[in-house]
C-alpha cells in the first residue's frame, strides 16, 4: 500500500510543520496523472533497492517528477511488524533480516489497550482527523507543554491538543498519554514524533476549533475546557467527548483473554509469524517472574519458559493471612511464632499448588521471604489500635514492635537470609509449603520442577545453613508423602560481596540468579527510589549513558556479573544461570545476558515478547 500526500503551490516544509492541511496521494492521479505514474514507478524501484518501507521527498516542477531524498521510513511497532512479515511473504527479505529489523521495545505497542468497541459506540464523537498514531489515549485536554508536564507530574494522564505541534512541544508530547492537532497531515511534526515515541495521535482534525486563549476545545456543538476528560483513537483518527472505556489489545484478546478468534485477527496471526521465527533463532530462555496462577497462565499464553523469580512474601498479603503474618512478627517465644507459622502453612501450599498446576511441568524458580518484617505491620497509631482489636492484643506491643523492627536502612538490613538465619522456622514453613505442593501436584501426574532461591547470600555459610533447612524438609515431605522430590537449591547474586566469593558459594548452590535490582543499588551505592533527582543531570554531563536501573550498567555491575559466572562456573561447571531483576525484559540487558552465556532471563509477563525477540536479535548478531 502506497501512502503520501502532496500540496499544491507550496514547500516540503509546509507539509512538515504542519501548518496547511494536505492532499492524499491519491489525488494526484487525478491532477497530475503522467507525475503521479512516475512516482508510483519510483517508489517501486527504491523499495526494491533498499529492501524496506521508503519515506521519500518528491516535488513536480512543470509537470516534471523530481525526488529529493529518500530515507528508511518512521514507523509504529504495528507497522514495523506488518512490513517485516509482509516483506518476507514478498521474498525481499529473509526471516533473519525480519527479526533483526524489528525493534524489540515496539512489540510494546502491539499490546497496548485499545478502545472498548461498545463503549466507543456509545460515546460522543466530536470530530476525527487522519489516523497518525495508533492505540486509544483518554486524559484531561490541555493546550500547553508547561501543563500537560505539570498535570502529568502529579499523576493525571493527559491529551495534549495543539493546533500544530513545533519541536517546543516536545516536552509536553512526551508527558501526554496522545496528542491531538487540528492541522497537519500524518508527516507532520506532530505524527512523526508520536510514531517514535510510541504515542497515541490524530492529525489534522479540521473540524476542531483549539483556542488556546480561552483554553477550550470546540466541535459539533462540543465545548470541552481545560482539564475536562478527552478520549482519542490513534487507529481509526476519531475523537470523542468524555473517557472512553479501553479494551485490551488484539493479541492480548486472542492469547490472554481468549475473548477473540486467531483467524479473526490479522495484527495477532503478524505478530504470531515473527514470534515463530524469533523462536527458530533464540538460544537465551525466557521465563517469568509471576507470583500468582494467573499471572502464570498469562505469562506461559506470551510464551514463558517457566518462572525466574516468585516472590513468596507478596501472598503473605491476601485477606486473612497477613493477620496469621502478623501474629507471626508479633510473637515473643519460637512456639508462638510456630502456632501462627501453622495458619500460614495451608496459604503458602494452595498458592504453590496453583502455581505447579499452571505451569504443567515448566520450572519454577521460588524465592524465600525477603523482605524485612516492618514491612507488614502498621505504620500509624490509627491501624496500630484496629490491628490491636483484631488480634486481641495491646496497641503498645504493636506499637513497641513496630519500634524493635523499626531501620535505619531496611534495603541493607535484617531481610533476605537474614531473617531465615535468626528464624529458622520461617525458612521451614515456606519449604514444607513448597514440597507438600509438590507431592499433591505430583500424584495427580503433573511434573513439578522446584528451584528454591534464597536471598541476599554474602557469605556462604549464611547458604548452607539455610539448605541444611530445606534438604531435611525435602526428605520429610518425601517419607511423608512417600515419593520423590526432584528440585535445586540456589541463591540470588544481589549483593557485589556474593559476585567475588561466587566460587565458594558455588560450592553449595546448584544455580545463581541475578537479582539485578539490588545489586545495580548495592554495586552503585544509589537507591532506585531516590536516584531520579540527581540522574537526569548525570545523563546530560555523560557521567552516565542510561539509566543504570532500566538498563544494566554493563562495565560496573556487569563486570560483576561477569566474575560470578567465571567464578562460579570454575566451581561448578554446570551451574544454571539467570537473571531476575526487571532488567530481564530491556533489550539491551537480553543481549548482554546472552552474550554473557546465561541459561535464561526472566521478566514481567506482558514483557515476554519483548524478551523473546530481543534474545532473537543477540543470537543472530554473532
Known sequence: MFYGEYLINAQGEDVVAGVRTPHPISDLAKEMPAAHKELMKVRSILEHHFKDMQDLEFTVEEKRLYILQTRNGKRTGHAAVRIAVDMVDEKLITKKDAVRRVPADSLAHLLAPVFDRQSAKAAKKIGSGLAAGPG?????????????????????????????????????????EGILTSRGGVSSHAALVARQMGKVCVCGATGIHIDYQKRTLSANGTTLNRGDY????????????????????????????????????????????????????????????????????????????????????????????????????????????ARALAKLLPYQRGDFIGIFTALKGLPATIRFLDPPLHEFLP???????????????????????VHELHEF????????????????????????????????????????????MIPLVGFPRELKLQIDIVRRVAGEVAKEKETKLNYLVGTMIEIPRAALVADQIARDAEFFSFGTNDLTQTALGMSRD?????????????????????????????????????????????????????????????????????????????????????????????
Open 136 to 176: 486509544a489515549a483518554c486524559g484531561r485536554v490541555v493546550f500547553s507543554a508547561e501543563e500537560a508536564v505539570m498535570r502529568s507530574e502529579k499523576g493525571e494522564k493527559v491529551v495534549l491538543a495543539r493546533i500544530e505541534t513545533s519541536p517546543e512541544d516536545l516536552r509536553g508530547m512526551i508527558a501526554a
Open 230 to 337: 478527552i478520549s482519542i483513537d490513534g487507529t481509526a483518527g476519531e475523537v470523542f467527548a468524555g473517557e472512553v472505556a479501553t479494551a485490551p489489545s488484539e493479541i492480548v484478546q486472542v492469547l490472554v483473554d481468549r475473548s477473540l478468534d486467531p483467524k479473526k485477527s490479522i495484527t495477532y496471526q503478524e505478530y504470531a509469524k515473527l514470534m515463530k521465527w524469533a523462536d527458530e533463532f533464540r538460544t537465551l530462555g525466557v521465563r517469568t517472574n509471576a507470583d500468582t496462577p494467573e499471572q502464570v497462565a498469562n505469562a506461559v499464553a506470551f510464551g514463558a519458559e517457566g518462572i525466574g523469580l516468585c516472590r513468596t512474601e507478596h501472598m503473605f498479603f491476601e485477606g486473612d493471612r497477613i493477620d496469621a503474618m502478623r501474629q507471626m512478627i508479633l510473637a515473643g517465644t519460637k512456639d508462638e511464632r
Open 379 to 401: 505504620a500509624d497509631h490509627a491501624q496500630q489500635s484496629e490491628l490491636a482489636n483484631k488480634l486481641g492484643v495491646a496497641a503498645e506491643k504493636i506499637a513497641r514492635r
Open 409 to 452: 536502612n531496611p534495603m541493607l538490613g535484617h531481610r533476605g537470609c537474614r531473617l531465615g538465619i535468626t528464624f529458622p522456622e520461617i525458612s521451614e514453613m515456606q519449604a514444607r509449603a513448597i514440597f507438600e505442593a509438590a507431592a499433591e501436584v505430583q500424584a495427580k501426574g503433573i511434573k513439578v520442577r522446584p528451584e528454591i
Open 530 to 622: 531516590d536516584s531520579g533527582s540527581f540522574l537526569p543531570a548525570y545523563t546530560e554531563l555523560d557521567i552516565i549513558d542510561t539509566n543504570p536501573f532500566a538498563s544494566i550498567d554493563q562495565k560496573g555491575v556487569g563486570r560483576l556479573m561477569e566474575i560470578t559466572r567465571d567464578l562460579g562456573r570454575k566451581t561448578r561447571p554446570d551451574i544454571k544461570l539467570g537473571i531476575c531483576g526487571e532488567h530481564g525484559g530491556e533489550p539491551a540487558s537480553v543481549k548482554f545476558c546472552h552474550r554473557l552465556g546465561l541459561d535464561y532471563v526472566s521478566c514481567s509477563p506482558f514483557r515476554i515478547p519483548i524478551a523473546r525477540l530481543a534474545a532473537a536479535q543477540a543470537a543472530l548478531e554473532n
